[in-house]
């Protein structure tokens, strides 16, 4: 019985923070090297901060194994999130701040909505490496192949992005969305 609470107390604390990363003081240099972050300092305890949790979590979910955006979650109250509020001069909860090589290392503060749709939004427009046809240095093997596929037949490109953007609401796994959200980049640049 002991056994079969401590497993389940070990569960619940991790998934604690849905998909969104846990940062602490210790951690944090390392989960956002070489990445653009958009993070959420919270308490507990703050009802702002739980209103906001499930739009967080699922931009979690939307981003979770992006090569280029981290969306992190940092809980001030506890032992490693305290130093890391501080020195990100935390005064509210929740603050919201994005990191990219514009802002450096002190972030800006996010002010935008705080549903998922603008979000998901703010963090594909601001924080994403785009893969664009004129410069594909941002460009995935994966994504290179798909541009090399479908660049020859413009009503082809048409067709498949139309396709694509009527399965944007469906329910699929992290990667297969963020697949999903390559090819419809893509396709719109094609297109365009």
């Known amino acids: 019985m002991l056994l079969r609470s401590l497993l389940l107390s070990a569960l619940v604390a991790a998934c604690a923070h849905g998909a969104a990363v846990e940062l602490t003081i210790d951690n944090y240099a390392t989960v956002t090297a070489g990445k653009n972050a958009f ?8 009802g702002h ?59 800006e503060k996010y002010s935008g909505a705080r549903d998922k749709e603008s979000l998901v939004k703010f963090t ?16 995935s093997d994966k994504e290179i192949g798909y541009i090399a596929k479908m660049k020859g037949d413009k009503a082809e490109a048409a067709k498949q992005l139309e396709r694509l953007k009527g399965m944007k609401g469906n ?16 396709l719109e640049q094609i297109v365009a």
């Open 39 to 46: 993070v959420k300092f919270f308490a507990p305890w703050c």
């Open 171 to 186: 329910s699929m796994a992290p990667d297969l969305k963020k697949w999903l959200n390559q090819r419809i980049a893509i």
């Open 49 to 107: 901060c739980k209103a906001m949790k499930p739009a967080w979590d699922e931009l979690g979910s939307e981003f979770e194994g992006s090569s280029s955006v981290v969306i992190g979650d940092v809980d001030c109250t506890s032992d490693g999130g305290k130093a890391l509020c501080e020195e990100h001069e935390v005064r509210g909860y929740p603050t919201v701040k994005y990191f990219s090589g514009e802002t450096g290392e002190k972030g």
């Open 124 to 139: 594909q427009e601001t924080l994403s490496a785009k893969c664009a046809l004129e410069d594909m240095a941002a460009c």
